[in-house]
C-alpha cells in the first residue's frame, strides 16, 4: 500500500482550542478499533440470511415477468397447484391487505394484476417442500400476456400513454435562483449520460419468513430499514404493526435500501398462506431484476462564465429515468437539481429536473444518488470552460469554489465547513506517480491486464480532477431521528439501537462511543429487530450521526446514573470524575474505584434519540433549506488509456476529504477505498443493460465489476478535520461521497488523456479512441 | 457420481448411464446446475484419470491430456513448448476458474469467447476423441467447434494433438477490464518457419474462431524466412492487421437494389478496430 498507514499521518488535525491531547489509547474514538465480526466474516462463519434454517421449513420461488410491458390476460395457477410437493401458490388475489406498497409513494403492486410495468416484476410466488419444486412449479403458472410496446426512452415519457394510474411524471422541480437574462463572456454546452449502476450486493437477497402462533409473522432478512420494511409488509398483510417483525440478519453488502419488497412479501404471504417457514434465496439473475438500480440520466448543461474563468450562470435540465415505480426518485431528484451545479459558487442558476416513469428495469436509493450523475455532468462543463478559456482546469476550480458562508442554489447557506479549496490544493500538490518508462516492461500493468494486449507504444497517461459533494441524512422535512438505548451490568455494556450494520461500520463506531464515554472496553451490540425502538435506514451517513448520537446521550445519561452517587458522597460534581480503563478516578485522585464497585450490583439503563435540526422542501422554484449537512470531496485520478482499443486502467486516485472529524481512522480508510472502487466501476465497467426494457446478461459476468486490478491503491492525501458543530462528534459520514466524486474524476483524466469528450458514463471503449489516421 | 479411473473405464461407465453427464473442472457444467438450467441425473467425473491430465511428446506434436488445467497450460515449462495456448491459459480467468477449468472443457463448452480456441484454431490442432471398446478417432479442433462433425453420445474428448512449431507465438486478448474478464475479441498467431507459414484466428468475435487465410497467405509472403524474419514495413504489419479485421467483420453486403450500402454499426466498427490492432500487435510481436 502507498499512501499513509490508517489514514492518520497526513492529516491535518485541526481541533478546537481547548481540547485536551488524548493518550494513545486502544480503545474509544479516534482509534481503529477493528471490528468485532471480523474474524467470522473472514473465516466463513458469520451467520448471513441465505444461511438461515427453521425445521419444517419449505421453499419459495417467484415467478416474474419475462416481459418489460405488457397485458396480463390471465393467470392459471391450476397445474402448478397440483404438482406433488406444492403447497401455496399465491397471486395478487391472496394479497389481504393493501394492494400497492412504495417507501415514497404506495404505486408498486405487490403482484402485478392487470398490467406488468417492468422485466422481472413479481407475478406469483410458490411455496414448495423442495426449491426446484418450487422454482418448477413457478414456471408451470400459465400466464397469458399481451406484450405492449415498451417506453424506455425517458424523453418519450412525457408524450407516451400513461405507464400509470399516477402518470409518468414522478417528480418535476423547475429550480429558479438569481436573474435568468444574465449572459456570460464564454458559454460551454454538454449532453452528458450517466448509465445504470446496480449495487451488486455480493450476497443476493435471502431471506426467511416464519409464522407466530398469534397469527403474525417473523420476516428474517438482511434489512437495511427494518421498520419501514416491517410497515410495508404489516401493510400488505392487513396486519397491525406489532403482529409483524422483521429480525435483521446478516448483511451480505449494501449501499443504499437493500432490499427489494418483492420477495420479502411474497415470503410473509406464503407463511401467513401455508403456516409453516418458509425460506427464499434469490438467484444472481433474480437479484439484478429485483432490486432497484441507480437512476440513469441525461443531462444537458450551459455554463456561463467571465472571461476570468469566474461562473456567471448556470442552465440544466435534468432527466431522471425512475423505472416504473416511484420509489425514492423524489429525493434522487431533489439532490441532483440542489447540486446540479456542484461546489462551485454561482450567482444565477436555472435548473429544471424531472423523474419519469418507464418500463426499464426499476431505480431507487443507490449511495451517491443525484449527486453522482450531476457531478460527471458539471465538472464536464469545468473542464470545457478551462479549454475554451485556456486555463489549468485545477486553476479554474480554484477561482469558483464554494466557502461556509456561499450560497447554494437552492437558496441555502452553506453553514457548516466547507474547506473545498484546500482539498483541491491537497490533490493538486500531491506528487504524481512516475511514469514507468525506466521500468523492464512486465513491471508496468497496462490497460487490459497483465495478460492482455496492451502496447506501451499506444498508451497515453491523462491526469484529471474533480470535486463533490453530497447531502447528509434524509432531506426536505424528513424526520430524521434515532433512539438508542444503552445498558451497564457489570465490566460489560449493551447497546441496542436498531441501526443496521451494513458494512459501514456502525457496530464498531458504537462500541466506541460507549467505551469513550463509559471507560467500558466490553461493549457489545445487541442483534436487530422491530421491537426496538425504530432507527431509520443505514443510508445517506445516518448512524454515524443520528444513531451515533443517540447511542452517546444514553451512555451519558448512564454515566450520570452511576456517578451520581458518589459524587453526592464525596461533595463534588460528576464532571469532577474521570472514567477510564473501568476506573473512576477524581480530578484530585483522592476517589479511585472501578466501575463494577460503584454500579454494586445495580443494571443502568438509559434510552435516548437524537433528532437533528429540522429541514424543509424545496419549494415551487426549488428554493428552501433542504439539507441537513454536506460533505466535500476532491479526487484526482491518473488513467493510462491504449488509445488503438480504448481500454483503460486506473493508476492512482488521490483524494483528500472533508470528514469533519476522525472517528476509527482504519475504518474511515476503508469507506474512502470502497468509495473509490464504487466510483470506478461507475466509470469504466458498471452498467446492467438492457434492450427494449430486457435486461441482459444480469450476472456477474455480464455486468463486470471492478476487480483488485482495477482499482489501484487509493492514496488518501488530507482528511481535514473541521468539526461541523451541529452534528454529534463533529464528523461527517464519508461513504458516498468518494462514489460522487471518482467517475467524474476518471472522466476527466481520460478526456485529458485522448483529447475526446467523454460525456458519458461508463466510458464505452469506443469513447478512448483517439483515430490518427 | 462415478469416478473412472482411464479413460476408456469413463467411457464405458457413459455407456452403461446415457443419462450421465461427464464432468471436467465443472466451470461451465456446475455453473448451469447451480443455476437451475441443467439437472444431470448422474454424473461420471473425469479428474482421476491419470492419463489425460498432463501431455507427452509424439512424432513433432505434442499430445495434450483433456483434463489439463488452464493454471497447468499457464506454467513456464508449457509456456516453453505452446507459448500461444499458455498465454491464452493465464488470460482465461481468475486463479479459481484457472485451477479447476481444464483443456477438454474449454473445447467441448465451445464457447465463443473460450480462450484457449482461437489458438488451437490457429495450431490446426486436432481432437482424439475416445469411443466404446476403446476406439479413437481424430478430428480437426476446428471440425468440431464448427459443427462439421460433432460428438456422439458416448465419446469423450481424450486428447489434443498440437504440432510443436519451435517458432514465436502470441495470444492477444481484449477484454473491459483490467481485471479477468470475457474476451470481447481475441487473436492467436503462430508462425510455422517448416511450411513457410503464419496462421492466424481470431476468437470472440462471432461463434467459432476465425481463421483469415488470404490475409495469413498474403503476410506470409512478404517475411523473410531464411533470414531472421525481421524488417517487415510497419506498413504491412498495419496492413495485415486491417486485411484480418475487415475478414472476420465484413462490410454488410450491397443491398440488391443498387442504393447506398448499409455502413456497419459503430459498435462494429470498434469491435473492427479492435480486431486490426490485435492482429498489428500480435504480428509485430511474433516478428520482433
Redesign the interface.
Known amino acids: 500500500m502507498t499512501g499513509i498507514a490508517d489514514g492518520v499521518g497526513a492529516v491535518t488535525a485541526t481541533p478546537a482550542a481547548g481540547t485536551p491531547v488524548q493518550p494513545p489509547s486502544t480503545m474509544g474514538l479516534g482509534v481503529s478499533l477493528p471490528p468485532a465480526d471480523s474474524a467470522a466474516k473472514t473465516s466463513g462463519t458469520f451467520p448471513y440470511a441465505a444461511d438461515l434454517w427453521a425445521e419444517g421449513l419449505l421453499w419459495a420461488a417467484v415467478l416474474r415477468s419475462p416481459h418489460p410491458h405488457a397485458r396480463i390476460v390471465s393467470i392459471d395457477t391450476t397445474q402448478a397447484t397440483e404438482m406433488p410437493g406444492v403447497r401455496a401458490v399465491v397471486t395478487h388475489d391472496d394479497v389481504p391487505g393493501d394492494a400497492s406498497h412504495g417507501r415514497r409513494v404506495a404505486d408498486r403492486p405487490v403482484f402485478a394484476k392487470d398490467l406488468v410495468r417492468h422485466h422481472g416484476e413479481p407475478i406469483a410466488a410458490v411455496a414448495a417442500d423442495h426449491p426446484d419444486t418450487a422454482r418448477l412449479a413457478a414456471a408451470a403458472i400459465a400466464v397469458e400476456y399481451e406484450v405492449l410496446e415498451p417506453v424506455t426512452d425517458p424523453e418519450q415519457a412525457f408524450s407516451a400513454e400513461p405507464l400509470h394510474p399516477d402518470g409518468n411524471l414522478v417528480r418535476h422541480i423547475p429550480l429558479s435562483f438569481g436573474d435568468p437574462d444574465v449572459v456570460g463572456e464564454v458559454i460551454v454546452e454538454g449532453l452528458y449520460r450517466i448509465g445504470r449502476q446496480d449495487p451488486a450486493p455480493i450476497g443476493a437477497e435471502a431471506g426467511l419468513a416464519v409464522p407466530r402462533p398469534d397469527g403474525g409473522v417473523e420476516i428474517y432478512t438482511a434489512s437495511t430499514d427494518p421498520h419501514a420494511d416491517r410497515d410495508l409488509a404489516a401493510a400488505c398483510f392487513g396486519l397491525e404493526p406489532e403482529r409483524v417483525k422483521v429480525v435483521v440478519t446478516g448483511v451480505p453488502g449494501a449501499m443504499g435500501e437493500r432490499e427489494d419488497p418483492g420477495m420479502q412479501l411474497p415470503l410473509g404471504l406464503l407463511a401467513l398462506r401455508t403456516g409453516h417457514p418458509v425460506k427464499l434465496a434469490a438467484t444472481r439473475e433474480e437479484s439484478f431484476l429485483g432490486h432497484a438500480h441507480r437512476h440513469p440520466t441525461l443531462l444537458r448543461y450551459r455554463h456561463h462564465a467571465d472571461s476570468q474563468g469566474r461562473l456567471v450562470k448556470v442552465e440544466a435540465q435534468i432527466l431522471l429515468d425512475a423505472g416504473a415505480y416511484a420509489d425514492s426518485s423524489a429525493d434522487t431528484l431533489a439532490a441532483a437539481v440542489s447540486f446540479a451545479c456542484g461546489p462551485y459558487v454561482v450567482p444565477h442558476a436555472f435548473i429544471e429536473g424531472w423523474a419519469v416513469r418507464t418500463n426499464n428495469p426499476p431505480s431507487g436509493h443507490v449511495r451517491g444518488e443525484g449527486a453522482m450523475q450531476v457531478c460527471a455532468a458539471y465538472e464536464g462543463q469545468m473542464d470545457k470552460l478551462a479549454a475554451k478559456l485556456g486555463l489549468d482546469p485545477v486553476e479554474i476550480r480554484m477561482r469558483n469554489v464554494v466557502a461556509t458562508g456561499d450560497l447554494l442554489p437552492t437558496g441555502q447557506t452553506v453553514t457548516c465547513p466547507a474547506p473545498v479549496a484546500e482539498l483541491l490544493q491537497a490533490v493538486r500538490d500531491a506528487p504524481l506517480p512516475v511514469l514507468p518508462k525506466d521500468d523492464p516492461e512486465e513491471e508496468w500493468l497496462l490497460p487490459g491486464g497483465l495478460e492482455g494486449a496492451g502496447d506501451p507504444v499506444a498508451v497515453r497517461r491523462g491526469v484529471g480532477y474533480a470535486l463533490g459533494m453530497v447531502h447528509m441524512l434524509g432531506a426536505e422535512g424528513a424526520d430524521e431521528v434515532s433512539t438508542a438505548t444503552v445498558k451497564v451490568t457489570g465490566p460489560v455494556a449493551t447497546v441496542i439501537c436498531a441501526a443496521v450494520e451494513t458494512g459501514q461500520g456502525f457496530t464498531t463506531l458504537a462500541r466506541q462511543i460507549v467505551q469513550d464515554v463509559l471507560g467500558i472496553e466490553e461493549v457489545h451490540v445487541a442483534p436487530i429487530d422491530t421491537d426496538q425502538p425504530p432507527a431509520g435506514p443505514a443510508s445517506r451517513g445516518r448512524h454515524t450521526w443520528v444513531s451515533g448520537g443517540a447511542v452517546e446521550r444514553a451512555a451519558k445519561m448512564v454515566r450520570t446514573q452511576l456517578l451520581q452517587p458518589l459524587a453526592h458522597t464525596f461533595g463534588m460534581s460528576t464532571e469532577l470524575l474521570a472514567i477510564a480503563d473501568g476506573k473512576i478516578t477524581s480530578y484530585d485522585g483522592v476517589l479511585s474505584t472501578t466501575v463494577e464497585e460503584a454500579l454494586e450490583g445495580k443494571e443502568l439503563w438509559a434510552t435516548a434519540q437524537c433528532r437533528p435540526h429540522p429541514t424543509e422542501p424545496l419549494d415551487e422554484t426549488g428554493q428552501g433549506d433542504a439539507f441537513v449537512g454536506l460533505a466535500y470531496c476532491a479526487v484526482r485520478t491518473v488513467v493510462d488509456v491504449d488509445i488503438e482499443i480504448g481500454a483503460v486502467r486506473v493508476v492512482d486516485v488521490t483524494v483528500a476529504q472533508d470528514v469533519g472529524r476522525i472517528l476509527n481512522p482504519r475504518q474511515l480508510r476503508a469507506r474512502i477505498e470502497a468509495g473509490v472502487a464504487q466510483g470506478i466501476g461507475a466509470a469504466l465497467t458498471e452498467n446492467l443493460r438492457t434492450s427494449r426494457g430486457v435486461v441482459r446478461h444480469p450476472d456477474l459476468t455480464g455486468y463486470a465489476l471492478p476487480t483488485a486490478l482495477d482499482v489501484p491503491d487509493v492514496r488518501i492525501v488530507k482528511l481535514i478535520e473541521e468539526r461541523d458543530v451541529v452534528a454529534p462528534f463533529g464528523a461527517k459520514p464519508a461513504s458516498a461521497v468518494p462514489v460522487v466524486t471518482t467517475p467524474a474524476a476518471v472522466a476527466a483524466a481520460v478526456r485529458a488523456a485522448t483529447g475526446r469528450p467523454v460525456n458519458r458514463l461508463p466510458i464505452r471503449p469506443q469513447a478512448a479512441v483517439v483515430n490518427r489516421g | 457420481m462415478t469416478l473412472p479411473g482411464t479413460l476408456d473405464e469413463a467411457v464405458a461407465a457413459l455407456a452403461a448411464m446415457p443419462a450421465a453427464v461427464p464432468v471436467a473442472g465443472g466451470t461451465d457444467l456446475m455453473a448451469a446446475v447451480n ?2 438450467l441443467l ?1 444431470p441425473a448422474a454424473l461420471v467425473g473425469l479428474g482421476r484419470i491419470s492419463e489425460i491430465r498432463g501431455w507427452r511428446y509424439l512424432d513433432g506434436h505434442a499430445l495434450l491430456g483433456a483434463g489439463l488445467t488452464h493454471a497447468r497450460m499457464g506454467r513456464p515449462d508449457f509456456a516453453a513448448l505452446i507459448p500461444a495456448l499458455a ?1 491464452a491459459a ?2 482465461a480467468g ?1 486463479p479459481q476458474i484457472r485451477n479447476a477449468g481444464t483443456l477438454g472443457g474449454n473445447i467441448v463448452t465451445a464457447a465463443p469467447t473460450g480462450d484457449a480456441l482461437p489458438v488451437l484454431a490457429a495450431l490446426e490442432a486436432t481432437v482424439i476423441i475416445a469411443g466404446p471398446e476403446g476406439s479413437r478417432r481424430e478430428i480437426p479442433v476446428s471440425h468440431l467447434l464448427a459443427g462439421v462433425d460433432l460428438l456422439n453420445p458416448g465419446e469423450l474428448v481424450g486428447f489434443v494433438r498440437v504440432p510443436l512449431l519451435h517458432a514465436p507465438q502470441t495470444f ?11 474476451a ?1 475479441a481475441s487473436v492467436a498467431l503462430v508462425l510455422d518457419p517448416a511450411r513457410r507459414g503464419v496462421r492466424c484466428a481470431v476468437g470472440a468475435v462471432a461463434p467459432m474462431p476465425l481463421r483469415p487465410l488470404e490475409a495469413e497467405r498474403w503476410v506470409a509472403s512478404l517475411i523473410d524466412w531464411d533470414g531472421d524474419r525481421g524488417g517487415l514495413d510497419p506498413q504491412v504489419t498495419a496492413a495485415f492487421g486491417e486485411y484480418v479485421a475487415a475478414a472476420c467483420i465484413p462490410d454488410p453486403l450491397p443491398p440488391q437494389d443498387g442504393s447506398e450500402p448499409i455502413p456497419l454499426p ?2 462494429a ?2 469491435l473492427r ?2 480486431v486490426a ?2 492482429a498489428r ?1 500480435a504480428l509485430g510481436r511474433a516478428l520482433a
Open positions: 443455476s437451475g439437472r498465454a493465464r488470460a481468475p492477444l486478448k481484449a477484454t473491459g477490464r483490467t481485471g479477468p474478464g470475457r470481447t459503430p459498435a466498427i470498434h478496430r479492435t490492432a490485435l500487435r
